[in-house]
Each structure stands twice: as C-alpha cells, then as structure tokens.
C-alpha cells in the first residue's frame, strides 16, 4: 500500500469536438462544439431535429 499523501483532485472532461454540419433548410453551414456522445444523437436523429433541440433550450446556432 502508498503511503504517499501527495493528491491530486483528478478531472473528468467531457471527449468535446468542434464539427461542422450542412443546415439544407438554410442553405448554410453550421459549426457546433459538441461532446462525442452529442455527435452520436445528431447522427441518430438528424441535425435538423438537433438545431430544433439546440433552439428551443435557448442555444444559438
């Protein structure tokens, strides 16, 4: 066993990505900072629906 008192608080961040999707109902690009799981759920439900999400609590986009 350490004996050791030397600590470190250890962080847990989120896996973030900068990504950047078609929008076909504005015709433009929008770039999005998401974590890999939220990467997963515009792929799942389509990023039409996601801006929806993103909007509808507040976000920009």
Same mark, same amino acid.
């Given at each position: 066993?350490?004996?050791?008192? !030397?600590? =470190?608080? *250890? !962080?847990?961040?989120?896996?973030?990505? !900068?990504? !950047?999707?078609?929008?076909?109902?504005?015709?433009?690009? #929008? *770039?999005? =900072?998401?974590?890999?799981? #939220? /990467?997963? =759920?515009?792929?799942? /439900?389509? /990023?039409?629906?996601?801006?929806?999400? /993103?909007? #509808? *609590?507040?976000?920009?986009?």
């Amino acid at each position: 066993m350490s004996h050791s008192h !030397r600590r =470190t608080s *250890r !962080r847990f961040d989120p896996n973030v990505q !900068r990504k !950047r999707y078609w929008l076909p109902g504005e015709g433009r690009y #929008a *770039r999005l =900072t998401l974590s890999a799981r #939220a /990467i997963k =759920t515009v792929d799942s /439900i389509g /990023i039409e629906a996601a801006v929806a999400r /993103i909007r #509808a *609590r507040g976000g920009k986009v």
